[in-house]
Structures are given as structure tokens and as C-alpha cells.
């Protein structure tokens, strides 16, 4: 299975979201369950944390590939504490292109110099 058209796209708009802040556009790209796995992953004592990861500077996204009647991509946010990349598992949800799962794959620690 290729990368169905227009869901990269998608994956943008919501790493862009992250990046800026844009609560609402997240809001609008995660299903429930998949909200719920991402609010578990509070940081551990002084790590890198993908839900607290101030001043991001970029992003990469990389797509796995399908899984079932899902899509994998990996997305790797860059800030000022380090890199954290998620997998993050899209599926079509009455139309929409939706995060269904989410994990977190690394966290590297930046420069602390």
C-alpha cells in the first residue's frame, strides 16, 4: 500500500500544530483513545518529554508504511532540550484522516553545554 494521497498533508498541518501551539488543530486530528495514550506520556524525571517539549524549532516526518487500514509515519520534533520522534498511526474516521495511536519511538536529550 502507497502513501494515500493527501494524508501527508495532513501529517504537516498537525506537525506544524505542534510546533505553533495550534491546540484547536490538534484537537480536531487525534481521536480520543489515541489523546489519552499521549497524555500518559509524562516526562520521567528530567527527561525529554513529547508533551512538554518547549520552543520547537522543527520537524521531520517519516512515513513506516501501512499497518492494517492505517498509516505509519514517524515524526521527529526538535527543540532547545533535545529530539522526540512518535509514531503516530492515522486511519480515515468518518471521512477524515484522524491519529488514532501514538507512541513515543525516542528521546534524545540536546546538548546540555
Given at each position: ?8 498533508e ?8 505542534v510546533?505553533?501551539?495550534?491546540f ?22 528530567g527527561?525529554?518529554?513529547l508533551?512538554q ?10 512515513p ?9 509515519y ?18 480515515q ?11 513515543v ?7 546540555t553545554?
Amino acid at each position: 500500500m502507497e502513501e494515500p494521497a493527501g494524508l501527508r498533508e495532513v501529517v504537516e498541518r498537525n506537525a506544524e500544530a505542534v510546533m505553533s501551539g495550534n491546540f484547536n488543530q490538534l484537537m480536531a486530528d487525534i481521536t480520543p483513545e489515541a489523546l489519552a495514550q499521549m497524555m500518559q506520556m509524562a516526562p520521567q524525571g528530567g527527561q525529554v518529554s513529547l508533551t512538554q517539549m518547549p520552543n520547537i524549532t522543527g520537524y521531520e516526518i517519516t512515513p513506516v508504511g501501512p499497518e492494517e487500514d492505517s498509516f505509519v509515519y514517524h515524526v521527529t520534533f526538535t527543540s532547545t532540550i533535545g529530539r522526540a520522534t512518535a509514531a503516530a498511526t492515522w486511519k480515515q474516521v468518518v471521512g477524515q484522516w484522524k491519529i488514532t495511536a501514538i507512541n513515543v519511538v525516542s528521546l534524545e536529550p540536546g546538548n546540555t553545554e
